[in-house]
């Protein structure tokens, strides 16, 4: 018999993706008391992810949450200060930005700048912003306006001018170091001028003049200045319908609710971005999701997908968009209640788009789809906080949401256009800034499933370790791993003794005071995985502190770590190492790191269960565990 709670979560994930959202929501709102975490947290932020409800919808979940004094909705989530600077009233972004953002994990604290002060805060001289905040700049069209003229055809003059003083507020807000910059770009005038796209020597159309900035501000190459696509967010909200036109005279509004929800949903994606928390991966049903129908009932060849009827067309189309996102780093996760036998249509019908090569993962069985989703969290080295799970059936959506209350859900059909609309609508996989790394993760997949394979085929992992020849080249932080470091140090959860969240100011405060920042790239005779691992060194008289120990669970289990810390004995030249252990949910995997590296607990904080642990040469009988790496310096 089921409980009453796995009634509940199954009629919320009924109404929510089948019915009617709002009565999902009125449910969660009668039964709060009902419901314990981690699925109360988890139905909270499924539901606003869920796209397309009105600003009552949005609001509703948001008491929920704040009733409930805004409890984490995603494991591990890391606290984030922002300032909001407009030009316009901003009253209305806030709660919405605030829910957004915990959806993907992050704790806002949200400064709003006074009316109609951007110029005021970026180019006082003074310093009015922290360097800890994420600033936000929100620049209306009509501020454009204000700068450029009113008439149909802008000077050239009035648009050097009015982009120069962009730049100059760029520039401004850079110079009082906040940890990032988020820059909107412009949508559209609610009321645009006849002058549209002309482009004449002297002169240029109001929607010309708008293109040429957004294509400016694109083409910037500021460190830390990333672009906020409200462009796309307005489109998707219904164009010139989502700005603000009677409730700009009457209150300075510039987006109508429907904008609101959608560019407040584009800061929230963006600071997701820049944080290290948008979802890394999608674990894809098969039958009835990447093509009409069953395999095994119509076999390979009378499935639905191809250019041969409408429907096959949209299943094609909803493979194309599921393959592009594999060259964006996200990696697939195929998942099917079948026999073995079903891969084979990969091969068997050459109408298919994707291949069976683009899984980085594939788990096919007749065991519940929720083994298969930890089967594949294993595989890839991430939790199941960083995937979306898509499938066409309510009960594979809640049999797995109830044992993985922290992955995201979009349900597929029932025709090929409503998943598509789903995938797009959701904006799940939608990226500000990516970096090398991120576009080899699906090459690095492949890589790490063939080593997989190979493992297997040895009887002990010393001899496989032994086989694969690899080797760690140990770096100083520069320009060029920067970013890759940053993005380390922000999206580690399991292999993280600290869970420091460093920023570039973070770095830049820590090299200056002596500190060294490592970063350690691996490779070995299958190929590169780039850079996996950053350890930070605090020197204090004749201890070395380790400050941030990270590493990419993708290459756990190969002495990586042991390596590493023979490498750490070398530079301290026998001073004592102290290294510190900071539980979090996530964690676990290394509470006994310094246990196994040789280390001496001295002290553990009872406040926050941290422990303090010295590894000192001369009075450690044992030394470091061997390792089957080469190391190299560059």
């Given at each position: 018999?089921?409980?009453?709670r796995?009634?509940?979560?199954?009629?919320?994930?009924?109404?929510?993706?089948?019915?009617?959202?709002?009565?999902?929501?009125?449910?969660l709102?009668?039964?709060?008391?009902?419901?314990t975490?981690?699925?109360?947290?988890?139905?909270?932020?499924?539901?606003?992810?869920?796209?397309?409800?009105?600003?009552?919808?949005?609001?509703?979940?948001y008491?929920?949450?704040?009733?409930?004094?805004?409890?984490?909705?995603?494991?591990?989530?890391?606290?984030?200060?922002?300032f909001?600077?407009?030009?316009?009233?901003?009253?209305?972004?806030?709660?919405?930005?605030?829910?957004?953002?915990?959806?993907?994990?992050?704790?806002?604290?949200?400064g709003?700048?006074?009316?109609?002060?951007?110029?005021?805060?970026?180019?006082?001289?003074?310093?009015?912003?922290?360097?800890?905040?994420?600033?936000?700049?929100?620049?209306?069209?009509?501020?454009?306006?204000?700068?450029?003229?009113?008439?149909?055809?802008?000077?050239?003059?009035?648009?050097?001018?009015?982009?120069?003083?962009?730049?100059?507020?760029?520039?401004?807000?850079?110079?009082?170091?906040?940890?990032?910059?988020?820059?909107?770009?412009?949508?559209?005038?609610?009321?645009?001028?006849?002058?549209?796209?002309?482009?004449?020597?002297?002169?240029?159309?109001?929607?010309?003049?708008?293109?040429?900035?957004?294509?400016?501000?694109?083409?910037?190459?500021?460190?830390?200045?990333?672009?906020?696509?409200?462009?796309?967010?307005?489109?998707?909200?219904?164009?010139?319908?989502a700005?603000?036109?009677?409730?700009?005279?009457?209150?300075?509004?510039?987006?109508?609710?429907?904008?609101?929800?959608?560019?407040?949903?584009?800061?929230?994606?963006?600071?997701?971005?820049?944080?290290?928390?948008?979802?890394?991966?999608?674990?894809?049903?098969?039958?009835?999701?990447?093509?009409?129908?069953?395999?095994?009932?119509?076999?390979?060849?009378?499935?639905?997908?191809?250019?041969?009827s409408?429907?096959?067309r949209?299943?094609?189309?909803?493979?194309?968009?599921?393959?592009?996102?594999?060259?964006?780093?996200?990696?697939?996760?195929?998942?099917?209640?079948?026999?073995?036998?079903?891969?084979?249509?990969?091969?068997?019908?050459?109408?298919?788009?994707?291949?069976?090569?683009?899984?980085?993962?594939?788990?096919?069985?007749?065991?519940?789809?929720?083994?298969?989703?930890?089967?594949?969290?294993?595989?890839?080295?991430?939790?199941?906080?960083?995937?979306?799970?898509?499938?066409?059936?309510?009960?594979?959506?809640?049999?797995?949401?109830?044992?993985?209350?922290?992955?995201?859900?979009?349900?597929?059909?029932?025709?090929?256009?409503?998943?598509?609309?789903?995938?797009?609508?959701?904006?799940?996989?939608?990226?500000?800034?990516?970096?090398?790394?991120?576009?080899?993760?699906?090459?690095?997949?492949?890589?790490?499933?063939?080593?997989?394979?190979?493992?297997?085929?040895?009887?002990?992992?010393?001899?496989?370790?032994?086989?694969?020849?690899?080797?760690?080249?140990?770096?100083?932080?520069?320009?060029?791993?920067?970013?890759?470091?940053?993005?380390?140090l922000?999206?580690?959860?399991?292999?993280n003794?600290t869970?420091?969240?460093?920023?570039?100011?973070?770095?830049?405060?820590?090299?200056?005071?002596?500190?060294?920042?490592?970063?350690?790239?691996?490779?070995?005779?299958?190929?590169?995985?780039?850079?996996?691992?950053?350890?930070?060194?605090?020197?204090?008289?004749?201890?070395?502190?380790?400050?941030?120990?990270?590493?990419?669970?993708?290459?756990?289990?190969?002495?990586?770590?042991?390596?590493?810390?023979?490498?750490?004995?070398?530079?301290?030249?026998?001073?004592?190492?102290?290294?510190?252990?900071?539980?979090?949910?996530?964690?676990?995997?290394?509470?006994?790191?310094?246990?196994?590296?040789?280390?001496?607990?001295?002290?553990?904080n009872?406040?926050?269960?941290?422990?303090?642990?010295?590894?000192?040469?001369?009075?450690?009988?044992?030394?470091?565990?061997?390792?089957?790496?080469?190391?190299?310096?560059?």
């Amino acid at each position: 018999m089921q409980s009453s709670r796995q009634v509940l979560i199954n009629k919320f994930i009924e109404m929510l993706f089948k019915q009617d959202s709002s009565k999902a929501i009125e449910l969660l709102e009668k039964n709060v008391k009902e419901l314990t975490s981690p699925h109360l947290e988890g139905m909270i932020r499924l539901a606003s992810f869920h796209p397309g409800g009105s600003s009552l919808y949005y609001q509703r979940i948001y008491n929920i949450w704040a009733n409930l004094n805004y409890p984490p909705l995603k494991p591990n989530s890391v606290n984030r200060r922002i300032f909001l600077l407009t030009d316009f009233t901003a009253d209305n972004f806030p709660s919405l930005v605030s829910l957004f953002c915990a959806s993907y994990g992050i704790n806002l604290e949200i400064g709003l700048s006074p009316f109609d002060s951007v110029e005021q805060f970026a180019l006082s001289g003074s310093s009015l912003i922290a360097e800890d905040q994420i600033v936000v700049l929100i620049i209306s069209p009509q501020w454009l306006q204000r700068y450029m003229g009113t008439s149909a055809l802008v000077c050239r003059k009035e648009f050097e001018k009015t982009r120069e003083l962009l730049s100059n507020i760029i520039e401004g807000i850079k110079s009082q170091n906040p940890s990032q910059i988020l820059v909107a770009n412009f949508p559209g005038n609610p009321f645009p001028l006849p002058g549209g796209n002309v482009s004449l020597k002297e002169f240029l159309g109001q929607n010309a003049a708008i293109a040429e900035i957004n294509s400016w501000l694109r083409s910037l190459n500021y460190s830390a200045v990333h672009l906020m696509d409200f462009s796309e967010a307005i489109f998707g909200a219904g164009g010139r319908k989502a700005m603000a036109k009677t409730n700009f005279f009457r209150a300075g509004m510039v987006f109508e609710s429907n904008g609101v929800i959608a560019t407040s949903r584009e800061i929230a994606l963006t600071i997701a971005s820049v944080c290290g928390k948008t979802h890394r991966a999608l674990a894809v049903d098969w039958d009835n999701t990447l093509w009409g129908g069953e395999v095994a009932e119509s076999g390979f060849q009378e499935v639905i997908c191809g250019p041969d009827s409408p429907e096959g067309r949209g299943y094609l189309t909803v493979q194309n968009y599921i393959k592009s996102l594999t060259g964006l780093g996200v990696l697939l996760g195929g998942t099917s209640r079948n026999s073995p036998e079903v891969e084979n249509i990969f091969k068997e019908n050459n109408k298919m788009r994707l291949e069976l090569d683009d899984f980085s993962s594939i788990q096919v069985s007749f065991n519940p789809k929720s083994i298969s989703i930890e089967s594949i969290s294993r595989d890839l080295g991430f939790g199941e906080e960083y995937m979306v799970f898509l499938d066409d059936s309510l009960f594979e959506l809640t049999e797995v949401f109830t044992n993985h209350p922290n992955i995201d859900l979009l349900v597929a059909g029932p025709e090929p256009d409503d998943t598509l609309i789903n995938l797009v609508e959701s904006r799940f996989f939608n990226m500000v800034s990516v970096l090398e790394e991120d576009l080899e993760r699906f090459k690095n997949s492949k890589i790490l499933k063939k080593q997989r394979e190979l493992k297997a085929s040895f009887e002990s992992i010393d001899e496989f370790l032994e086989t694969i020849d690899i080797c760690l080249t140990m770096c100083r932080l520069n320009k060029k791993n920067e970013a890759r470091v940053i993005q380390l140090l922000q999206k580690s959860n399991q292999f993280n003794l600290t869970t420091r969240r460093h920023g570039k100011s973070d770095l830049d405060r820590l090299i200056k005071s002596g500190s060294e920042v490592i970063a350690i790239s691996y490779k070995d005779s299958f190929g590169t995985q780039g850079i996996i691992s950053v350890v930070i060194l605090v020197p204090d008289a004749n201890v070395v502190n380790i400050e941030s120990w990270v590493m990419s669970c993708r290459v756990l289990n190969r002495t990586v770590e042991q390596a590493v810390f023979s490498y750490i004995l070398k530079m301290v030249e026998g001073k004592t190492v102290r290294g510190e252990y900071i539980p979090t949910e996530k964690n676990g995997l290394v509470k006994n790191h310094y246990l196994d590296l040789g280390f001496n607990r001295i002290s553990e904080n009872e406040s926050n269960e941290s422990e303090l642990w010295t590894y000192s040469g001369h009075e450690n009988i044992a030394l470091p565990p061997r390792h089957f790496a080469r190391i190299q310096e560059i």
